[in-house]
């Protein structure tokens, strides 16, 4: 089974493709956001597909949240120890989706760039030493 606390994993249900993060109970719960320009953010639906045990009157706690990632872009991940941080998403070929760990000066000159603009080049120049 994958351990989707180390690492962004991708599955297809119900046809659509996206992540899967894992929250233990006693953490917030995981979320992700499409980052736009301008400051703006658009929370990414998440469906929980796997929930911890209740004991007694306790409330219900997400474990396993499939998040569908639709558009390329920036995204940002939050409440995960190790996963926590911004992502450049792309499409790749046959449609598939991959991702970049971004740093935040890189999130800024991305979120800056004009529509249309192939992210992933610009990337590329970015890391260019």
């Known amino acids: 089974m994958a351990d989707y606390r180390k690492t962004l994993t991708f599955e297809v249900i119900g046809g659509e493709r996206g992540i899967f993060l894992q929250c233990n109970k006693s953490e917030a719960v995981s979320q992700v956001f499409r980052l736009l320009p301008k400051g703006a ?48 998403f792309t499409k790749a070929s046959g449609g598939r989706m991959t991702y970049l760990a971004i740093s935040s000066a890189e999130r800024t000159a991305l979120l800056a760039a004009p529509a249309g603009a192939n992210l992933e080049s610009m990337l590329t120049a970015l890391r260019k030493p």
């Open 41 to 88: 953010a658009q929370a990414v639906l998440g469906e929980v597909k796997v929930w911890h045990p209740r004991k007694g009157d306790e409330k219900a706690k997400p474990k396993n949240i499939h998040f569908v990632i639709k558009d390329e872009g920036v995204y940002e991940v939050t409440n995960q120890p190790k996963l926590a941080g911004f992502y450049l």
